[in-house]
Structures are given as structure tokens and as C-alpha cells.
């Protein structure tokens, strides 16, 4: 069982136990009309009860001083189950504006197909509520904007759900680039494969999904207009129309967590190729991606490149992990822990062996030793030992926790300063669609991650 699972499954465990009991600065980090006592409950509802808005909701509970109070899907079997799995008392509905105007919910988690992302993130904003929208925070690069607009506009808190941020092992690695223990930062690269159907978002389709179950006609929004399709519905990640594929649902963490550790603002330069290889099963989207991400040298860090990977058809050993490399040691960010090993080079280069040095005359190779040892001492020539520094992240950690920690605890202050604001979120979110740009239109991105814009 994979570790995104096992949070899965312990995040339900932990609203079930809390029903059972009924129980970095960012800019405009500003506290505007504080509303909620620190003695009060937050109230919130999700928008899009599928599998990740089951998974929010289990993190926000595992939070104290928290109340779920509403629920809205399309499909009338998840509303179902919302009150089977948290009360009767849970207020659901197909209308996500119904929660919008109930004055007693504080904040809104928004986890809908990608295509609805913005449109509910806006309304809700301007409704007064926070929001909590999963990643990728847009589907169209165009739409960023918008959304930092009416945050700013508004001065509600946001978060977006790139959760592995909050964790202690991407703190470590900020800790460990910031201090410059991997030398001079060069080179990224971070895959996440998989081989299976569920994994590949073939998700399980209800018996009962029909026009009758499924509100069809708002489920498309602005996307094309085309009958009834159950699968297109359950199984909306395999689709343009409505997400954005393997880029948007798993390199937006990868870039997210790079970001994050690096400090950077976002690459220049955005190269993908890729295909559909084995998921032949009418998804329009690649099962098979890799990108290539330029980044320019900033106040923070030098210039590098980010190789980024995702391969649904992976039936050889998976060995998920990112590794961030410099001139003088790596970090390799495992599943609950990193290594950071460090070899640095002496400062003589040294000579012999496969070099050229044999091919020279005899009095020349005496004349080149000469030079060599009137150039550099024995201290020169010796490389220091080869250090590994091991971090584990603690037992109990659960970093989708951490961050609603983070969302709820800057809710109560009435603060924009969340770990994950949408200034952050679309500077990771605008390049994972450029990504997706890339390989469909074949051509090279150009990005400017300062004004965040298209070049």
C-alpha cells in the first residue's frame, strides 16, 4: 500500500474518531476583520465529495476546533454517503452556491474536477468565505489571475493543496539548500510512476449512474457540451476537458515541493514529450509524460534544470523519488525521510590512470609532474570523506494534517499568510499546464515566472 493511500485511509479514520467523540511570510500576510473567536469552532463544507474531498475532510477533522457541517456533489449516491459515513445533521446538496450563502460556514474545501476550480474559488471569495482548493489551483493558465485578484480583493485566507509542503522532510531539505550543504544547486529531477488501474484513474463506477443520479449539465460547466458519459463523470482526470492530467494531478507536487525547498519563483523555459502507450482506453491524455524545466538564476539560487517524469505503465521496479543535486553533495527525498549525501572535489585534479598524461613523451610526462607538484600541495590532492546524512521524518507525522493546521490556524487570525497562498500555488500551477501546452501543441514554452505570465 502506498504512503498516499495509507493517509487516505488514516485521515477517514481520524474524522470517524472525531465524530464518534463529537468532537513563511507571504505578501499581504494582513489580519482583516477577525470573525472567529480562538474559543470558536470553525465551520466548514466541501465542495466534491469524491475520493480527495473524503481525504480533506478526514485531514481538516484530525484538526481541533474544527466542525464539518455541509457537503454538495453531483452524484446523489455520494451525498448519500456523506450522512452514512458523518450524520444525518451533515446539510448536503447538488448546489454548491447553497453553501455559499449559508452565513454560519466559516470556510469552504473546494475538490471538484479541475475545470471547476477557479469559478467556485472566486465565488466563494467573494461570498466571504476561505477557501481550501486543491491543486492545481486553475486548469488555464488565464484563469490565475483571477483568483489572486479576488483573494487580494477580498482578504479572505486560501490554501491550495499541495500537502507535502507542510511536512517536516521538505523543511529539512529548505534547511539543508538554504545552508548550502549540496554546494551550488544544478540539476532536479523527481518521477512518480505507477502501474496499476486504479492508480491510472480508472476509478470504480456506481451501478446506479445515470442522467437521474448525476447532475450532467453542471458537471460540464464550461466544457464542451456532449451526452451523458458515466465515465467521463467518475473517470474525469482522463479527460482535457475537465483535469489536466498526469502533469496536473502528480508533477504539481513535485514543482510545488521544489519550489518550496529552492525558493524559486518558477522556470523560463518548459520542454515535454510523452505519449499514451498502454491506457488505450479513449482518455485524450498521456500516460507517459516527461518534462524538462529551465530555471533562471535569481537572487536565491543559480540557474538549474528540473526533469520531471511520469509513467503509468512502469512494470518494472518503482522506486518513486526526487533528487535535488549540487556541486558538492545531493538530497534524496524519500518516502519518509531524505539523505543528503555530500562529496566535494579536491582542489588538485589529479592525473594518470584514463587521462591523457600516458600519451605524452617521457621528458614531457617528467616535466608535467614537475609543474604539477610545484602547483599543488598534499592537502590539494585529497578529497574530504564522503559524508551521508540520514532524516526521518517523525512516526506520527501526517503533513495533509499540518497543513489544514496551517489554513485553519491563519483562518482565526483573518491572515493571508498561508504556506500555500495562491501567489505561490499558481507559480507552481501555471508551469505544470505549460507542461501539458508543451506536449500538445509540440513546441517550446517560454514563461515569466516574476510577472506570471506567457512570453
Not at 472525531?18 to 465551520?43: E, G, Q, V, Y
Not at 544544478?186 to 486504479?198: H, Q, T
Not at 602547483?375 to 540520514?390: F, I, L, Q, S
Request: glycine content about 8%; overall charge neutral.
Amino acid at each position: 500500500m502506498g504512503s498516499t493511500r495509507r493517509k487516505f485511509i488514516k485521515s477517514i479514520g481520524a474524522a470517524s474518531a472525531l465524530l464518534a467523540t463529537d468532537s513563511f511570510a507571504k505578501p499581504f500576510n494582513i489580519i482583516r476583520n477577525m470573525k472567529i473567536s480562538p474559543n470558536d469552532k470553525i465551520r466548514f463544507a466541501t465542495i466534491g465529495m469524491g475520493i480527495q474531498g473524503h481525504s480533506d475532510t478526514g485531514a481538516a477533522l484530525s484538526n481541533e476546533g474544527v466542525e464539518f457541517v455541509a457537503a454538495t456533489d453531483l452524484y446523489t449516491g455520494r451525498l448519500i454517503r456523506v450522512k452514512e459515513l458523518f450524520g444525518n445533521h451533515i446539510f448536503t446538496t447538488r448546489d454548491y452556491r447553497e453553501i455559499l450563502n449559508r452565513k454560519d460556514i466559516d470556510a469552504v474545501l473546494i475538490a471538484t474536477a479541475d475545470h471547476w476550480h477557479d469559478r467556485i474559488t472566486i465565488d466563494a471569495l467573494n461570498a466571504g468565505k476561505s477557501v481550501y482548493c486543491e491543486k492545481p489551483m486553475v486548469q488555464k493558465i488565464e484563469r490565475g489571475k483571477g483568483v489572486i485578484e479576488a483573494w487580494k480583493k477580498t482578504g479572505k485566507t486560501m490554501q491550495v493543496g499541495s500537502q507535502g509542503i507542510s511536512g517536516s522532510v521538505y523543511e529539512e531539505a529548505r534547511r539543508m539548500v538554504q545552508a548550502g550543504d549540496i554546494g551550488q544547486l544544478n540539476y532536479i529531477e523527481s518521477n512518480n510512476d505507477r502501474f496499476d488501474s486504479i492508480g491510472a484513474w480508472n476509478y470504480s463506477i456506481p451501478t446506479d449512474a445515470s442522467p437521474e443520479t448525476v447532475d450532467w449539465d453542471t458537471f460540464l460547466g464550461n466544457a464542451p457540451k456532449r451526452p451523458f458519459d458515466a465515465t467521463r463523470f467518475f473517470r474525469w482526470r482522463n479527460y482535457r476537458d475537465y483535469g489536466t492530467g498526469v502533469a496536473g494531478d502528480l508533477f504539481v507536487h513535485l514543482i510545488t515541493g521544489a519550489h518550496y525547498i529552492t525558493g524559486s519563483y518558477g522556470p523560463s523555459r518548459i520542454l515535454s514529450s510523452g505519449e499514451l502507450s498502454y491506457w488505450k482506453d479513449g482518455r485524450d491524455v498521456p500516460d507517459l509524460l516527461v518534462s524538462i524545466l529551465d530555471y533562471p538564476k535569481t537572487e536565491k539560487h543559480e540557474q538549474f534544470q528540473m526533469v520531471l517524469r511520469v509513467n503509468f505503465a512502469n512494470a518494472g521496479s518503482i522506486r518513486n523519488n526526487t533528487r535535488i543535486i549540487g556541486t558538492e553533495g545531493q538530497i534524496d527525498l524519500l518516502d519518509s525521510g531524505l539523505v543528503l549525501s555530500k562529496k566535494k572535489l579536491p582542489k588538485a585534479p589529479g592525473y594518470g590512470g584514463y587521462d591523457s598524461h600516458f600519451t605524452f613523451a617521457a621528458s614531457e610526462q617528467e616535466k608535467f609532474k614537475k609543474q604539477y607538484d610545484a602547483r599543488y600541495t598534499e592537502a590539494d590532492r585529497k578529497a574530504e570523506p564522503v559524508k551521508e546524512v540520514k532524516f526521518e521524518a517523525p512516526k506520527d507525522e501526517d503533513e495533509h494534517k499540518n497543513h489544514f493546521a496551517n489554513f485553519f490556524a491563519n483562518v482565526r487570525k483573518g491572515s493571508q499568510g498561508t504556506i500555500e497562498d495562491p501567489i505561490f500555488a499558481f507559480r507552481a500551477a501555471a508551469p505544470v499546464l505549460a507542461c501539458n501546452e508543451s506536449y500538445f501543441q509540440q513546441k517550446i514554452i517560454n514563461w515569466d515566472p516574476i510577472e506570471m505570465k506567457l512570453k
